[in-house]
């Protein structure tokens, strides 16, 4: 039973299109975040979540755009897609008194 | 603003011998310390934290990293490299706000 998944973990599309990525973490856990990780595994912070509520947005072009149903959900939409989009997006949970982050598996997007 | 310095980019060990990655912060306050390791294609799997008490602290897999406010490290080590230990490895530091090292690659020689 994964603690932390994504879907799809596998995503190629073309310049211009828009995609979105899912999360759901089942951990009971009120902070949820996404990271980007570049091709020379560089990993940055891009957005949080606590219980619904943004509280990181780093500088992060408006074409990305989280949203947060409930605690347990949180999911990464991206328009107008470019090819410097293409890496690893990873979701990962957390709660605020551990701050140690759950990670799931990742989503490679390959934009062409 | 918190930072992470991983000096070493790639490390080749040989089976069997020991392993310090280092690791050096830059925090305004106490810091909260992780070490992650990420197999390829793989998430991030948490080896071990520090967050106050006992400098040296014990994580799975073997691995222990020894918090030193002097000098601002947190290295990682392990006495004896398995070939399975080949990986990246990540420190990062801070907690709701966390921010990670550029990480660092480790070949296990046969």
């Known amino acids: 039973d994964t603690a932390v998944s994504q879907t799809p973990k596998y995503l190629v599309t073309q310049m211009g299109n828009d995609k979105s990525i899912k999360c759901e973490q089942n951990?009971?856990?009120?902070?949820m975040y996404w990271y980007k990780q570049d091709s020379k595994k560089f990993l940055k912070i891009m957005f949080s979540?606590?219980?619904?509520?943004?509280?990181i947005n780093e500088t992060v072009p408006n074409r990305f755009s989280p949203k947060s149903p409930d605690k347990a959900h949180l999911n990464l939409h991206i328009n107008s897609l470019e090819l410097g989009d293409s890496a690893v997006y990873f979701c990962?949970?957390?709660?605020?008194?551990?701050?140690?982050?759950?990670f799931g598996e990742g989503s490679r997007l390959t934009v062409l | 603003a918190q930072s992470v310095t991983q000096p070493d980019i790639h490390i080749t060990v040989s089976e069997g011998a020991s392993l310090e990655l280092r690791c050096n912060y830059s925090?305004?306050?106490?810091?909260?310390l992780f070490w992650y390791v990420q197999s390829p294609g793989q998430g991030l799997q948490l080896l071990l934290k520090?967050?106050?008490?006992?400098?040296l602290v014990q994580g799975i897999k073997g691995f222990e990293a020894e918090f030193k406010r002097s000098q601002s490290s947190f290295n990682l080590r392990k006495p004896s490299v398995h070939w399975s230990d080949a990986a990246e490895y990540f420190c990062?530091?801070?907690?709701?706000?966390?921010?990670f090292g550029a990480g660092t690659r480790l070949t296990v020689k046969p």
């Open positions: 951990l009971g856990h009120d902070t």
């Open positions: 979540y606590n219980n619904k509520e943004l509280i």
């Open positions: 925090y305004g306050a106490t810091p909260y």
């Open positions: 520090y967050f106050s008490g006992d400098t």
């Open positions: 990062a530091v801070g907690a709701g706000d966390m921010r």
């Open positions: 990962a949970s957390s709660t605020r008194l551990s701050g140690e982050l759950f």
